[in-house]
């Protein structure tokens, strides 16, 4: 049982990591246009 609950928490953990590092990188490329399209005005 215990072995279960470790696993389910293991996997929810990973889950929230890759969101996570998804959002962070989804916001750099938002930024790097955002600096680009400032730079061409």
Known sequence: MGI?????AFCI?????IRLS??????NQLEHVHL?????N
């Open 4 to 8: 279960l609950v470790m696993d389910g």
């Open 13 to 17: 953990t990973s889950v929230n990591i």
């Open 22 to 27: 998804y959002v962070k990188h989804v916001r």
């Open 36 to 40: 680009m399209e400032n730079n061409r």
